[in-house]
């Protein structure tokens, strides 16, 4: 509300509305998340396409490299790009354009195609295919005529979702665009707030609700397309056919491609002891790690991130655990409303709920009289708002699924509703609560959207210095602290997949 109370004044307005910025970035900003949209939908279709319609062997691993992008953060994707590009091409370096940032949002987009289709491709019954291949229909004339069309309303979906993400989008058009001078709204929002503070808070706010309507306009049509949709009947799935080699070797050569690299050149740049030094066995160095691990900044940043993410972590999976329960055990309705709200700050661009955030906190506390802007409550608060769906989501799921007779059991022999969440329902639900926690700290821990605007002196984290080491120029200390982050993050991934290993659908990589 207070953003819109921000925003609401004509002058300001005004002001915002005829500014050649404004319109630029907003230009800006439509084209390269459209862009982005079609690359996401065409990697993204044809990945889960090819998982989903053949068995292949390495299904997993090349599952885990589709999703990666969820897991790697914008900011480290796209300083990967930027030294893939500038080793391969000579000259100035290509990926600062409005063209090389639909790419990389293409790519850290995808995953969400690729979720919706083969969403949709479980869905499709065995009869529709086996009467296909009774009527000599052959597996491409099947591919083509039978399963992408009823694939067509989850990818028309899939790419709402991908639109929503990349008009909210502020690591790639950060370390893209602001060098390429190709801003977009969230870049403008950011620069704006960096250069003048909070006494420019009304445009940005009005600037925010830009992204608001365009994101807003993407989940309406997401929900329009799903609503439209010709349902299909369920029944047991098809059988996958093998996977011709061909097939085979095309995915595992464009996943190479695109995920792994791009990490490659990341970590030749770490090596490298210093920028247009060629990399060899001679020249490569690890003094770069050693300086990074040495800067009292960066390891106080690290302490915050660990701290920050953690205690997002835990204190959202606590939330989240009594709060399925009473959405789906108890069935309150208060809570069900509630279970649906909770996804709106995930939803809503990051730069939007960090700004709203500050208007909301920068004020003195009712009855405390104390502000927490400029502390790291701020970005807790702020993290918990984001991520608390990435823990609620799987709780729900299964607790969907859980037998509420043993509940009422419980209640009927008087069992406290204490007891009855701790000791009825929290065991069968520990490891999707699990696998929620971990996500978020992999989530949050290289954070840098929300982070950007409300990191203050001395609550630095991770994500804020890797785009402050690059926008400096020292490209080859955010490589550095980039791959200690990604090493952090999938160790933590391994350790996840070995835990929940048997348990469908707790990992997407599994599922």
Same mark, same amino acid.
């Given at each position: 509300?207070?953003?819109?109370?921000?925003?609401?004044?004509?002058?300001?307005?005004?002001?915002?509305?005829?500014?050649?910025? @404004?319109?630029?970035?907003?230009?800006?900003?439509?084209?390269?998340?459209?862009?982005?949209?079609?690359?996401?939908?065409?990697?993204?279709?044809?990945?889960?396409?090819?998982?989903?319609?053949?068995?292949?062997?390495?299904?997993?691993?090349?599952?885990? =490299?589709?999703?990666?992008?969820?897991?790697?953060?914008?900011?480290?994707? &796209?300083?990967?790009w930027i030294e893939l590009a500038g080793m391969l091409i000579p000259g100035p370096n290509p990926i600062y354009s409005?063209? *090389?940032?639909?790419?990389?949002?293409?790519?850290?987009?995808?995953?969400?195609?690729?979720?919706?289709?083969?969403?949709?491709?479980?869905?499709?019954?065995?009869?529709?295919?086996?009467?296909?291949?009774?009527?000599?229909?052959?597996?491409?004339?099947?591919?083509?005529?039978?399963?992408?069309?009823?694939?067509?309303?989850?990818?028309?979906?899939?790419?709402?979702?991908?639109?929503?993400?990349?008009?909210?989008?502020? *690591?790639?058009?950060?370390?893209? *665009?602001?060098?390429?001078?190709?801003?977009?709204?969230?870049? =403008?929002?950011?620069?704006?707030?960096?250069?003048?503070?909070?006494?420019?808070?009304?445009?940005?706010?009005?600037?925010?609700?830009?992204?608001?309507?365009?994101?807003?306009?993407?989940?309406?049509?997401?929900?329009?397309?799903?609503?439209?949709?010709?349902?299909?009947?369920?029944?047991?799935?098809?059988?996958?056919?093998?996977?011709?080699?061909?097939?085979?070797?095309?995915?595992?050569?464009?996943?190479?491609?695109? /995920?792994? @690299?791009? /990490?490659?050149?990341?970590? *030749?740049?770490?090596?490298?002891?210093?920028?247009?030094?060629?990399?060899?066995?001679?020249?490569?160095s690890l003094s770069n790690f050693a300086q990074v691990a040495a800067s009292p900044t960066i390891r106080r940043a690290f302490v915050n991130s660990l701290l920050l993410s953690v &205690?997002?972590?835990?204190?959202?999976?606590?939330?989240?655990?009594?709060?399925?329960?009473?959405?789906?055990?108890?069935?309150?309705?208060?809570?069900?409303?509630?279970?649906?709200?909770?996804?709106?700050?995930?939803?809503?661009?990051?730069?939007?709920?960090?700004?709203?955030?500050?208007?909301?906190?920068?004020?003195?506390?009712?009855?405390?009289?104390?502000?927490?802007?400029?502390?790291?409550?701020?970005?807790?608060?702020?993290?918990?708002?984001?991520?608390?769906?990435?823990?609620?989501?799987?709780?729900?799921?299964?607790?969907?699924?859980?037998?509420?007779? =043993?509940?009422?059991?419980?209640?009927?022999?008087?069992?406290?509703?204490?007891?009855?969440?701790?000791?009825?329902?929290?065991?069968?639900?520990?490891?999707?609560?699990?696998?929620?926690?971990?996500?978020?700290?992999? @989530?949050?821990?290289?954070?840098?959207?929300?982070?950007?605007?409300?990191?203050?002196?001395?609550?630095?984290?991770?994500?804020?210095?890797?785009?402050?080491?690059?926008?400096?120029?020292?490209?080859?200390?955010?490589?550095?602290?980039?791959?200690?982050?990604?090493?952090?993050?999938?160790?933590?991934?391994?350790?996840?997949?070995?835990?929940?290993?048997?348990?469908?659908?707790?990992?997407?990589?599994?599922?």
């Amino acid at each position: 509300m207070r953003l819109f109370a921000r925003a609401a004044d004509a002058t300001v307005i005004a002001e915002a509305w005829d500014s050649r910025a @404004t319109w630029r970035a907003l230009e800006n900003t439509l084209t390269a998340s459209a862009g982005s949209v079609v690359i996401s939908v065409v990697l993204g279709t044809a990945l889960a396409l090819a998982l989903g319609a053949f068995r292949m062997r390495g299904r997993v691993a090349m599952t885990f =490299l589709a999703l990666s992008p969820l897991l790697i953060p914008s900011q480290i994707m &796209a300083l990967a790009w930027i030294e893939l590009a500038g080793m391969l091409i000579p000259g100035p370096n290509p990926i600062y354009s409005g063209t *090389g940032i639909a790419l990389l949002m293409g790519v850290e987009h995808m995953p969400l195609v690729f979720i919706a289709v083969r969403a949709a491709l479980k869905a499709i019954p065995a009869d529709l295919v086996e009467a296909a291949r009774i009527g000599g229909a052959s597996q491409g004339a099947i591919l083509r005529r039978v399963i992408l069309p009823l694939c067509f309303p989850a990818c028309g979906a899939g790419s709402a979702l991908a639109f929503a993400a990349a008009v909210g989008n502020f *690591g790639v058009p950060a370390l893209l *665009g602001i060098p390429g001078r190709f801003p977009m709204l969230t870049t =403008l929002i950011y620069q704006r707030l960096n250069g003048f503070g909070p006494s420019i808070l009304g445009q940005v706010a009005v600037l925010a609700l830009l992204l608001v309507a365009l994101a807003g306009a993407a989940l309406a049509l997401r929900a329009l397309t799903l609503r439209l949709a010709v349902p299909v009947p369920q029944g047991r799935a098809f059988d996958r056919p093998p996977a011709p080699r061909k097939v085979t070797m095309a995915v595992w050569a464009g996943l190479v491609l695109l /995920m792994v @690299t791009p /990490m490659l050149a990341l970590l *030749g740049t770490a090596l490298a002891p210093a920028l247009g030094v060629k990399l060899s066995l001679d020249t490569a160095s690890l003094s770069n790690f050693a300086q990074v691990a040495a800067s009292p900044t960066i390891r106080r940043a690290f302490v915050n991130s660990l701290l920050l993410s953690v &205690a997002a972590a835990v204190i959202s999976t606590a939330i989240a655990l009594p709060f399925a329960w009473l959405a789906q055990v108890a069935r309150s309705r208060a809570m069900r409303l509630l279970d649906w709200l909770a996804d709106a700050p995930f939803v809503v661009p990051g730069t939007v709920l960090a700004l709203a955030v500050i208007l909301t906190f920068l004020p003195p506390l009712p009855i405390l009289g104390v502000s927490v802007y400029g502390t790291p409550a701020i970005l807790l608060l702020a993290y918990l708002a984001r991520f608390l769906p990435l823990a609620l989501r799987p709780l729900s799921a299964a607790a969907a699924s859980t037998d509420p007779a =043993l509940d009422e059991a419980a209640r009927i022999f008087g069992a406290p509703v204490r007891a009855r969440i701790a000791r009825i329902f929290a065991p069968p639900v520990a490891a999707p609560a699990l696998a929620g926690a971990v996500l978020i700290f992999m @989530t949050a821990f290289n954070e840098l959207t929300l982070s950007a605007l409300l990191w203050s002196s001395g609550n630095e984290t991770l994500g804020v210095m890797i785009f402050s080491l690059q926008y400096e120029g020292n490209s080859t200390g955010a490589a550095a602290l980039s791959v200690l982050s990604l090493l952090l993050v999938a160790g933590l991934a391994l350790v996840l997949d070995r835990a929940c290993r048997g348990r469908e659908g707790v990992l997407p990589w599994r599922d």
